[in-house]
């Protein structure tokens, strides 16, 4: 008879719990974040037409070592994807085939097709522009022209067959731009899922307390201002150090491209789509951790110095966004 108390009174607690439902503040802080951010998009833009050959073939070109000049570097050398890989190599800048490095940290390719531009100065306009810059690349993979490129496939049987079966209808099978689409083709499968879209998607528990205190500091902060949009950022260029000065100015940005004076220090904005998974961080590489990473930016860009609680809210918050098929 006491047992079957006890059983009752479990029942009775737990029934009670879950009618609960979530409280007033979580609803609003949902409906916060669905008003600065929203959910990642199920499929990227231009995949409408990608074939399951098409991406396949991309898949295999993305880990191809031969695609550098000694057969040393892939896409993936930098851009590491395979089992909890981050699309990063989790160094300051990476070394190319010739062992030197180069001058940026390699950003993520998870979710890269959803950008408003690739690279951090912008210059490539989507995936399959991008994928064509580091195979000619001298200080990456080295190898000295598309010619080149096109010539070291066509003597590889497996590359002869599998663009054969990618592009059925183009008379010239095997080319630079085809090699490009594929890479492309392949890395718009690249979508990740987190938490904080089950969060916005109605599951209440999907974040936990400190994780919704985080979302709450993050928003408040004014980190918004530029790490909003379903990738929080991604989608515009800012001046980094907007009001104090970041003390590595020799990297001059988006000027380089642009040559326009008011793009002196412009970057695109970093997604934090798996930010915590992809350290060091900025474009030079030279901030070791999240913490300091935060920290920096809300001085720099905001003029606003954390509390440690406040950093560390912010981090539990940003953890949060890691790809539930990558994270520890």
């Known amino acids: ?37 929203g959910t990642i998009p199920a499929k990227m833009p231009g995949s409408s037409n990608d074939t399951p050959e098409l991406i396949a073939l991309g898949e295999k070109l993305y880990f191809e070592k031969r695609l550098s000049v000694n057969d040393s570097q892939a896409c993936s050398s930098c851009h590491n994807v395979s089992g909890k ?10 070394p190319g085939a010739h062992g030197k490095n180069g001058d940026r940290n390699s950003p993520t390719s998870l979710n890269a ?9 912008g210059r490539a306009a989507d995936l399959k522009a991008q994928a064509k810059g580091p195979i000619l ?37 095997i080319t630079y731009d085809n090699l490009a689409a594929a890479i492309a083709a392949f890395e718009r499968t690249l979508i ?49 150090g907007q009001v104090h000065p970041y003390e590595n100015t020799t990297d001059k940005g988006r000027h380089s491209v642009t040559k326009n004076q008011a793009d002196l220090y412009v970057f695109k904005v970093p997604s934090l789509r798996n930010v915590a998974l992809t350290a060091p961080y900025f474009h030079d590489g030279k901030v070791a951790t999240l913490q300091d990473a935060v920290k920096k930016m809300a001085h ?12 560390d809210s912010i981090v539990h918050f940003l953890k949060a966004l890691s790809d539930k098929n990558r994270s520890n």
């Open 113 to 121: 097709g959803f950008h408003v531009a690739q690279f951090w100065d």
């Open 1 to 37: 008879m006491e047992r079957n108390k006890l059983i009752a009174m479990a029942v009775f607690f737990l029934v009670a719990v879950v009618s609960c439902g979530p409280s007033e503040k979580t609803k609003l802080l949902v409906e916060d974040a669905k008003r600065n951010f």
């Open 137 to 173: 690349n001298p200080v990456e993979m080295a190898m000295p022209s598309e010619a080149a490129v096109e010539k070291k496939l066509s003597e590889i049987p497996e590359y002869v067959e599998l663009f054969a079966k990618a592009f059925p209808k183009e008379e010239r099978k």
């Open 300 to 311: 720099i860009q905001l003029g606003k110095e954390l509390s440690v609680q406040e950093i």
């Open 192 to 240: 990740t899922k987190d938490r904080f879209d089950e969060f916005q998607n109605g599951n209440y528990r999907a974040l936990n307390s400190d994780e919704q205190k985080g979302l709450e500091t993050f928003i408040s902060t004014g980190c918004i201002q530029c790490h909003n949009g379903p990738l929080l950022g991604g989608n515009s260029f800012r001046k980094l």
């Open 85 to 94: 890989g981050a699309g990063v190599d989790n160094l300051p800048t990476s």
